[in-house]
């Protein structure tokens, strides 16, 4: 079992930075891939990013390529999220997950076993 909860949100002007933080506790984190979704009104959640299990592998969503970037401290049991040049599109609850034990990198939402509360972005223009 591991529990997750997201931290860092807030609101930001279009073109700032925002760093998420996501706090683990169980004993599978360091073996299982973190994943980064968001959720904004009306839209379906969608992947944003994700890391393998050692964080020697990370993926992207393309709307993010280039200006987020995903790392993990397995030490400290947490996953971030580092965000720049953030757009007002961006705006959304941002969710944290991770897979179950030696998954692989998934962008499916299905492939993650547990979730956080989320956390909200605000960019305004």
């Known amino acids: 079992q591991v529990q997750l909860v997201e931290s860092g949100g807030g609101l930001v002007q279009a073109g700032g930075s925002l760093r998420l933080s996501c706090a683990a506790s169980?004993?599978?984190?360091?073996?299982?891939?973190m994943g980064w979704f968001r959720q904004a009104p009306g839209k379906e959640r969608e992947f944003v990013a994700d890391?393998?299990?050692?964080?020697?592998?990370?993926y992207y969503a393309d709307s993010v390529k280039g200006r987020f970037t995903i790392s993990r401290d397995n030490a400290k049991n947490t996953v971030y999220l580092q965000m720049n040049s953030l757009r007002p599109g961006d705006t959304a609850v941002y969710y944290c997950a991770a897979s179950k034990p030696w998954m692989p990198l998934t962008t499916a939402r299905d492939q993650y076993a547990y979730w956080g509360q989320g956390t909200q972005v605000t960019v305004s223009s």
């Open positions: 169980g004993r599978t984190f360091s073996s299982s891939a």
């Open positions: 890391v393998s299990w050692s964080g020697a592998n990370t």
